[in-house]
């Protein structure tokens, strides 16, 4: 079998192939031949008797007479079905990035946990998971306080009623400025069961103005006066908006 020198594109098809000398041993990674390169490669016949390679290099299958044959770069000869399957090719403007080939193969990239997660990470199936952002939060009450020693009383909104008479008695810092000329107080009565902050101050907002725009009986003031007025203001505030949820516990004197 007589093997024709390779043609004027040898040398491109070397480096796409990574015949002659370029491949996995120098670093260098065999790029797909185009089409063009592979339709170049010298075709031969072979005959009866033919000299040179017996095989097929690729598929290691004898020749016989009436072959073709093509020969590649290096001087090999290969059945050309073999070459098709064993060369992968590329259409004309066609390119291949490693980083489309390989896409699938990309590990995911995990994030290493941020301070503090590690500590806080749930345990499947732990019931207590999550417990504390499920956490309900503080109710809100309103409150009416009178003082022990004037006619006064004062309504107040709060999510924690003891803490909120020790501030208004100077017990604690925070108290109001409008409370502290009636200490000490007591409390009077105590409204609960609101769904939210809005609710709340909704309520005490309507309960201080109607006792506000209220007349006031011609009587001596006193303490017992002053809630009769603040009690009768409450029940306006019952029929001009729905109580029906909220717990209302007025306190003996």
């Known amino acids: 079998m007589h093997l024709t020198p390779a043609g004027p594109n040898a040398f491109e098809l070397s480096l796409r192939s990574g015949a002659g000398g370029v491949g996995a041993d120098s670093g260098f990674v065999g790029v797909p031949a185009s089409g063009d390169a592979m339709a170049a490669l010298p075709e031969t016949t072979v005959g009866e008797g033919g000299a040179g390679e017996e095989e097929c290099a690729v598929c290691l299958e004898g020749y016989a007479a009436g072959d073709t044959v093509r020969t590649l770069p290096c001087s090999h000869g290969f059945f050309l079905p073999s070459i098709r399957a064993r060369t992968?090719?590329?259409?004309?403007?066609?390119t291949m990035s490693l980083t489309a080939a390989f896409r699938a193969a990309k590990i995911p990239r995990t994030l290493p946990p941020k301070c503090g997660e590690a500590a806080s990470a749930s345990v499947p199936g732990d019931?207590?998971?999550?417990?504390?952002k499920r956490k309900a939060p503080p109710p809100w009450c309103v409150y009416l306080i009178a003082s022990s020693r004037m006619p006064r009383t004062y309504v107040g909104v709060t999510t924690d009623f003891p803490r909120r008479l020790r501030q208004h008695n100077g017990e604690l810092k925070g108290g109001a400025k409008a409370a502290s000329a009636g200490r000490p107080w007591n409390l009077a009565c105590l409204v609960?069961?609101?769904?939210?902050?809005?609710?709340a101050?909704?309520?005490?907002?309507?309960w201080k103005n109607i006792s506000r725009k209220m007349a006031?009986?011609?009587t001596e003031p006193s303490v017992e006066s002053a809630l009769q007025h603040r009690q009768a203001a409450l029940s306006k505030v019952e029929s001009c908006m729905d109580c029906s949820h909220l717990q209302i516990k007025w306190r003996s004197s």
């Open 216 to 218: 006031r009986k011609r």
């Open 201 to 206: 101050c909704e309520f005490e907002s309507k």
């Open 127 to 132: 019931p207590s998971a999550g417990a504390e």
């Open 192 to 199: 609960e069961g609101f769904a939210n902050r809005s609710e």
């Open 88 to 94: 992968p090719t590329r259409r004309r403007g066609e």
